[in-house]
């Protein structure tokens, strides 16, 4: 394919002609081609013919580049790509981008998830057969071998003006409010849904729709027993989310969720019945305390509780369990908090999890303890990392009154930020 054979006769020198800028766009483009994704794109994406006729996969690859390297919409796109003309030739423009992503309709955008899972199966693969093998994480100093880790998290677009979709947001802004899957062994945005500003933070439905995108492009058949690992905050506290969560183990894929859970009344009254002797030290990701310097210069320890025994669980999904967790409120802590915690001087947190007791995660030593699952909670903070960085190369401003033209810029978006990855 001649669009993908442009660097067949490259070469670096270091002098003063046919310079190009940003050449670290080699390495992206050629990522995008050797691993078959342009010409899996521009096989899916409609085409056409005709004298000057770019072809749509290619166009697609090179609109993602431009987003990593800071393109907020296509005529910037458009003006990035003539840094690269000596290596790419002309420049896709900005009318055959923008037409380009009104043909990425429903059903062109679920071809091109098909894609990319087959794409994703064939890197995952070369990772899983490379010296240092797959990138598994570590979490309170403990590797976690063999589990994948899928973070949910939602995030707010700010928009300036009206576009379809953008309401006021539960903060207080106005634009849309995006909920995406990352994984975390790679870093890979593997599905993002667009969502109106007024989307419900725990829509079930959303949360679904999202899981299930996800594990498509999941190629967990490697090991015959997939065992996959969905941490969310506590967006995912509602009954139907948790029992979807619950549902999703098969005979061919174990998953094992941790997710946040909104402080109530009744769970004031089980952690009252703690005694202290059950309180232990949270942990850090370094397997070390976690302790800081409270406000009277003295050392205070973060603590966690097994709360299942004395909370009534009736009604949520079987095997469930509860971790709470207590820290020392700060200043800008203190007009949120409740009655209990202002009499018992602490700051209470609780996560939600199907890890059992007993077995935790398997191959991994320790896991069913309260402080690890703290820990392994925590550690779902890198997220926000990730969601900075995709808003950074294209998320952060969605370019188009159109919600289809945002919806297939989410799309290109996510397509940037796992060739970054």
């Given amino acids: 394919m001649k669009a993908t054979s442009w660097d067949r006769r490259l070469a670096v020198r270091v002098d003063d002609g046919n310079l190009v800028g940003h050449a670290g766009i080699v390495l992206l483009r050629k990522v995008a081609d050797r691993t078959g ?33 800071g393109a907020t919409n296509v005529l910037e796109a458009e003006r990035l790509q003539g840094h690269w003309r000596r290596l790419f030739g002309d420049p896709v423009s900005d009318s055959t981008l923008r037409r380009t992503l009104e043909a990425i309709d429903a059903p062109t955008a679920a071809r091109i998830e098909r894609a990319r899972g087959a794409i994703r ?36 677009v700010t928009c300036t003006s009206r576009k379809e979709g953008a309401t006021g947001t539960y903060k207080g802004g106005f634009g849309h409010m995006p909920l995406g899957a990352r994984l975390a062994n790679t870093r890979e945005c593997v599905a993002m849904l667009l969502r109106p500003g007024n989307a419900a933070p725990n829509d079930v439905a959303d949360h679904r729709t999202v899981l299930a995108a996800g594990l498509r492009q999941l190629p967990l058949p490697l090991p015959l027993w997939s065992k ?21 183990t098969t005979t061919r894929r174990r998953v094992r969720f941790v997710t946040g859970w909104a402080v109530n009344a009744a769970d ?22 976690h ?42 802590d203190a007009k949120k908090l409740t009655d209990f915690e202002r009499k018992t001087g602490w700051r209470y947190q609780i996560i939600a999890t199907n890890l059992p007791a007993h077995q935790g995660l398997s191959a991994v030593p320790g896991p069913g303890q309260a402080w690890f ?14 969601v900075k960085a995709i808003k950074r190369v294209g998320l952060g401003l969605l370019p188009s009154k159109s919600w289809q033209v945002n919806a297939a810029w989410v799309l290109a978006a996510t397509v940037a930020a796992d060739l970054d990855a």
Avoid: M
């Fill in 37 to 69: 994704l342009t010409r899996a794109l521009g096989a899916v994406i409609p085409s056409g013919g005709g004298p000057g006729w770019r072809d749509r996969g290619v166009v697609l690859v090179q609109l993602a580049c431009a987003i990593v390297l």
């Fill in 121 to 156: 199966r064939a890197v995952w693969t070369w990772l899983h057969l490379r010296p240092g093998g797959f990138p598994w994480i570590t979490v309170a100093g403990r590797e976690l071998v063999g589990w994948y880790v899928l973070d949910l998290d939602a995030t707010i």
């Fill in 228 to 248: 996959l690992l969905v941490r969310i905050n506590g967006a995912a506290f509602s009954h139907g989310v948790l029992d979807h969560l619950h549902a999703l």
């Fill in 268 to 289: 004031e009254q089980a952690i009252a019945l703690l005694p202290e002797s059950v309180w232990a030290a949270a942990l850090r990701q370094d397997g070390q305390a």
């Fill in 291 to 332: 302790e800081i310097t409270g406000e009277d210069g003295k050392p205070v320890t973060y603590q966690v509780a097994e709360l299942t025994g004395v909370r009534d669980l009736a009604g949520w999904p079987q095997g469930l369990r509860l971790i709470v967790r207590r820290v020392k409120p700060s200043r800008r």
């Fill in 373 to 386: 699952l703290d820990a392994l909670y925590r550690d779902h903070a890198e997220v926000e990392d990730r």
